[in-house]
């Protein structure tokens, strides 16, 4: 079973479009996480939610909106695509914040090319 | 400003033989270092987790090091093989945060 997994692995659509990608993690952890890695391969935080709870928003357009509906599943909608946001999208959880240690389960990534 | 460099970009070996990828810092206070392996199209995968008190670590073939003085951390492959392929990601936490800084990685090419 796949521990952290996100749908869908492939994404390509229009300019201005809305769309969102989903994450569900089945290892019972408490904080789950949005990466975005670019094309030089560098990851960078969205969010993070502890237990349904927004804890990390950085700087990121607010048309980025992390939906989170139990601690189980991390959602990630995108309003009106611009071609900036192509990147490959990573969902992470961890049982305890990352500053404490805890080890971070990375899902497998989700490429999105706004065209 | 918290950053994390690493060196090589990238790397071309043989199979058979080793190599060491640097990761420095200046992340502070620190907290921990981590190394991550992406495979090409996954996510990134846990290697080894250090955190100050810790100089060494291994993992199979995969052992880190790390200097907390110097702010610099090594992970060296043993008796590369074509699966160590890959990217591999130096990642620092300071404490007092939730934030992970990422290094831009090393890609590690293994030719037979």
């Known amino acids: 079973d796949t521990a952290v997994s996100q749908t869908p692995k492939y994404l390509v659509t229009q300019m201005g479009n809305d769309k969102s990608i989903k994450c569900e993690q089945n290892l019972g952890h408490d904080t789950m996480y949005w990466y975005k890695q670019d094309s030089k391969k560098f990851l960078k935080i969205m969010f993070s939610?502890?237990?349904?709870?927004?804890?990390i928003n950085e700087t990121v357009p607010n048309r980025f909106s992390p939906k989170s509906p139990d601690k189980a599943h991390l959602n990630l909608h995108i309003n009106s695509l611009e071609l900036g946001d192509s990147a490959v999208y990573f969902c992470?959880?961890?049982?305890?914040?990352?500053?404490?240690?805890?080890?971070?389960?990375f899902g497998e990534g989700s490429r999105l090319t706004v065209l | 400003k918290n950053q994390v460099e690493q060196s090589p970009q990238s790397l071309i070996i043989l199979e058979g033989k080793n190599c060491t990828l640097q990761c420095n810092y200046t992340v502070s206070p620190f907290s921990n270092l981590r190394w991550y392996k992406q495979d090409t199209g996954r996510g990134p995968v846990s290697l080894t987790i250090?955190?100050?008190?810790?100089n060494t670590k291994s993992n199979g073939r995969y052992t880190a090091t790390l200097d907390a003085d110097t702010k610099q951390s090594s992970l060296h492959i043993t008796a590369s093989q074509l699966s160590d392929s890959a990217s591999y990601i130096c990642?620092?936490?300071?404490?007092?945060?939730?934030?992970?800084?990422f290094g831009t990685g090393t890609r590690l090419q293994v030719f037979p």
């Open positions: 990642v620092v936490s300071a404490q007092n945060t939730d934030k992970l800084i």
């Open positions: 939610y502890n237990n349904k709870e927004l804890i």
């Open positions: 992470a959880s961890s049982q305890v914040f990352t500053a404490n240690t805890g080890e971070l389960f």
């Open positions: 250090m955190t100050f008190s810790e």
